[in-house]
């Protein structure tokens, strides 16, 4: 064994209580936008029964936050990469908690939308520099499991709304308001969990401050760890945003913005309207259907961790989004409340919900340390923007379109990414993550694929 093998560096590192930390408390962002999404759905019937809402501003106030993370994700992490992360990683849910609580004094749909946007932009440089931060402490026999178990933790945020939204929807006339301020209260407890957390040491070193970062990393990591020279990224080479399209990562750029999009636009367009989805296919007990589905969302997220560990990130990706648009397509197809209609909306929430473990995983081994959190900010950015377009659109569309033109456009969607993946989906399993960013091949042992 060579002496570089035996040092213990971030990417070699053994699991120890201080990643699961950093884990779980990335987790906020993610439990908090799935929460955030799911709660305005419940509150919608009543809102717009208080405030006589048509489509537009349901699609509006539906998509709002998404909006909002548009925004966010790509100007906070790009600020990251020049500021560090754990400020931003700090302060986010600052704003979060305080647009949470005044959301119960607005008394008109634009003061709504504008306090949901300021929840957006906060969330979205929280996920993208949480992302960034997470990725760059993790070791990389176990990126994939901790990386991919964010699309859990969203996926139970969005199922614990819509247990919450029952219960409150019993509140009388305030019911939606306590809906929607009730997303302070986990941003709180991230807020306070959060202090304290440590400056990225890649980030540091690729600053020149390498003192800093070995004291993090022998803090933190393990007493005896070392700077992996070897694993550094190139320094004196100025990034900036037209770095993302250079011909060295433009192809890697397009590729985590398209395929992402192609993912959240059918997930955040029918599951942020599933109540009314649900009733439009002809299920009479609506609550019971959505609770089933519910539970294939969580299933399907956490059997998707074991596919990322299992498999290669390109063949699991190619191969549920086939799945998913078969699914769809079969859905939109079969009679409304049949049986077949259910089995086929069933598999389609599983397979959406275990291919959305690789959306933060996969950007986040795309781009260099330098612009690691503006790459991620922007694949993000670009996802929510076509998530934010489509949920105000579906409603609109089902309206003007019927309801199984609006599915086969989004089987459309699922196809595209299909096809974008197949041309330009790179392997990035049992990779370290400068090797990943530079754009190695995974081993053979980690990169079986599911076809």
Same mark, same amino acid.
């Given at each position: 064994?060579?002496?570089?093998?035996?040092?213990?560096?971030?990417?070699?590192?053994?699991?120890?209580?201080?990643?699961?930390?950093?884990?779980?408390?990335?987790?906020?962002?993610?439990?908090?936008?799935?929460?955030?999404?799911?709660?305005?759905?419940?509150?919608?019937?009543?809102?717009?029964?208080d405030m006589q809402l048509g489509p537009l501003w349901q699609g509006l106030l539906g998509a709002s936050v998404l909006f909002g993370i548009f925004i966010g994700s790509i100007f906070l992490g790009g600020l990251s990469d020049r500021v560090g992360r754990n400020k931003i990683f700090a302060a986010t849910f600052v704003i979060v908690a305080i647009a949470s609580i005044l959301q119960y004094f607005v008394n008109d749909p634009l003061s709504l939308l504008i306090l949901r946007i300021i929840i957006g932009i906060a969330l979205g440089g929280d996920y993208s520099v949480g992302t960034t931060l997470l990725v760059e402490f993790v070791p990389k026999k176990h990126r994939g499991a901790l990386i991919s178990s964010l699309s859990v933790v969203w996926t139970v945020g969005y199922v614990v709304s819509s247990f919450v939204g029952h219960y409150l929807a019993n509140y009388g006339e305030d019911a939606w308001r306590w809906?929607?301020?009730?997303?302070?209260?986990?941003?709180?407890?991230?807020?306070?969990?959060?202090?304290?957390?440590?400056?990225?040491p890649r980030w540091l070193?690729?600053?020149?401050?390498?003192?800093?970062?070995?004291?993090?990393?022998?803090?933190?990591?393990?007493?005896?760890?070392?700077?992996?020279?070897?694993?550094?990224?190139?320094?004196?080479?100025?990034?900036?945003?037209?770095?993302?399209?250079?011909?060295?990562?433009?192809?890697?750029?397009?590729?985590?913005?398209?395929?992402?999009?192609?993912?959240?636009?059918?997930?955040?367009?029918?599951?942020?309207?599933?109540?009314?989805?649900?009733?439009?296919? %002809? +299920?009479?007990?609506? &609550? !019971?259907?959505?609770?089933?589905?519910?539970? $294939? =969302?969580?299933?399907? *997220?956490?059997?998707?961790?074991?596919?990322?560990?299992?498999?290669?990130?390109? %063949? +699991?990706?190619?191969? &549920? !989004?086939?799945?998913?648009?078969?699914?769809? $397509? =079969?859905?939109?197809? *079969?009679p409304s409340g049949s049986n077949g209609s259910m089995i086929f909306f069933a598999v389609f929430t599983f397979c959406l919900s275990a291919i959305s473990n690789l959306c933060s995983l996969y950007i986040s081994e795309l781009f260099p340390t330098q612009i690691r959190g503006l790459g991620i900010g922007y694949c993000i950015s670009f996802s929510r923007i076509g998530s934010a377009i489509s949920t105000f659109l579906l409603p609109i569309g089902m309206v003007?379109?019927?309801?199984?033109?609006?599915?086969?456009?989004?089987?459309?969607?699922?196809?595209?990414?299909?096809?974008?993946?197949?041309?330009?989906?790179?392997?990035?399993?049992?990779?370290?993550?400068?090797?990943?960013?530079?754009?190695?091949?995974g081993s053979s042992k980690e990169g079986r694929v599911i076809v």
């Open positions: 064994m060579t002496e570089t093998a035996n040092k213990i560096t971030i990417d070699n590192a053994p699991l120890n209580a201080f990643h699961l930390k950093i884990t779980g408390l990335t987790f906020g962002a993610n439990f908090v936008e799935g929460y955030a999404i799911g709660i305005i759905a419940m509150a919608l019937t009543a809102l717009n029964t809906m929607l301020v009730s997303t302070a209260i986990p941003s709180i407890l991230v807020l306070l969990l959060r202090l304290g957390t440590p400056e990225s070193i690729q600053k020149g401050r390498k003192d800093e970062a070995l004291y993090i990393l022998q803090k933190y990591i393990h007493p005896a760890a070392v700077i992996d020279e070897t694993s550094i990224d190139e320094e004196g080479e100025q990034y900036t945003f037209r770095s993302l399209f250079q011909e060295k990562y433009r192809k890697r750029t397009w590729f985590g913005s398209l395929f992402f999009v192609c993912i959240v636009i059918p997930y955040f367009a029918i599951y942020t309207f599933l109540p009314t989805i649900v009733e439009k296919i %002809g +299920f009479s007990d609506g &609550f !019971f259907v959505e609770n089933l589905l519910n539970s $294939f =969302l969580i299933v399907g *997220s956490i059997v998707g961790i074991w596919f990322t560990i299992k498999f290669s990130r390109r %063949g +699991f990706l190619i191969s &549920f !989004f086939a799945l998913l648009a078969v699914s769809l $397509f =079969l859905l939109t197809l *079969s003007s379109l019927g309801m199984n033109i609006t599915m086969l456009c989004l089987v459309a969607v699922l196809i595209i990414g299909m096809m974008i993946s197949i041309a330009w989906a790179p392997e990035t399993s049992n990779l370290n993550l400068s090797e990943a960013s530079k754009g190695g091949s």
